[in-house]
């Protein structure tokens, strides 16, 4: 089954820049791709999604400080989120965005079906 | 959109059955079949238990079962097991194209 792995700096500064990837082992393609974060002791949050050919959308609460970017040659996508203060300690989850086939078309169904280990990420000067 | 409401704690004893549910709005619960359900121990990842509203991904007890009314969700555990106690988490897609979680319910076996 495919599987989801992140990767990055564990420790990151105030007002730097975190930078996490997502390798999945099999085709990124036709699917949309989501980070989610959870900081210690609290629930999930979601932070933005990307589709394999590059749209994206984000939590409005987020947006001004991600971006998510795809690599489909690698099977890899990114995130970056700016200006980081102790509130973005957190874990750091990738998920696959579930879909339906049938034998003449998919749709995208708004779920997380697949999803990484997480990457704790702490925001520590 | 505000974070789904859930409650903070629910409990029960083994072989009861408990109802978490999960408040939203008319533009995120109450617009969409898309409101899912993960299961979450402490240190792991979540884990899909339901989706739009009442499916089971294959391999999940049929002792997880999910309903919708109006912009209420809500997740209902039968036949509660030692195996049970996790956080849970419910989910929906919104109006605004985005998604949102509900703020997660600890649950205790006691």
């Known amino acids: 089954q495919m599987q989801l792995q992140e990767s990055g700096p564990g420790l990151v500064k105030p007002s730097g820049t975190l930078s996490l990837t997502c390798t999945v082992s099999?085709?990124?393609?036709?699917?949309?791709w989501s980070w989610v974060r959870q900081p210690p002791g609290k629930g999930l949050e979601w932070i933005g999604y990307i589709y394999y050919s590059g749209s994206t959308n984000y939590n409005p609460s987020l947006k001004s400080r991600v971006t998510i970017s795809v690599d489909t040659s690698k099977n890899q996508f990114s995130l970056k989120l700016s200006s980081l203060t102790a509130a973005d300690t957190a874990v750091y989850y990738c998920?696959?965005?579930?879909?339906?086939?049938?034998?003449?078309?998919?749709?995208?169904?708004?779920?997380?079906?697949?999803w990484g280990r997480g990457s704790l990420v702490t925001v520590s000067s | 959109h505000s974070a789904l409401t859930q409650p903070a704690s629910v409990s029960g004893s083994p072989g009861q059955s408990i109802t978490i549910s999960c408040t939203g709005t008319n533009s995120d619960v109450g617009a969409y079949k898309y409101v899912s359900w993960y299961q979450q121990y402490p240190g792991k990842a979540p884990k899909l238990l339901i989706y739009?509203?009442?499916s089971r991904p294959s391999g999940v007890s049929d002792r997880f079962s999910g309903s919708k009314s109006g912009n209420t969700a809500s997740l209902t555990i039968s036949g509660l097991q030692a195996e049970d106690e996790a956080d849970y988490y419910c989910?929906?897609?919104?109006?605004?194209?985005?998604?949102?979680f509900g703020g997660g319910t600890k649950l205790t076996v006691l």
């Open positions: 989910n929906s897609y919104t109006s605004s194209n985005t998604v949102i």
């Open positions: 998920a696959r965005v579930g879909r339906y086939c049938t034998s003449i078309s998919c749709s995208t169904r708004w779920y997380f079906d697949l």
């Open positions: 739009e509203v009442s």
């Open positions: 099999d085709s990124i393609n036709d699917y949309y």
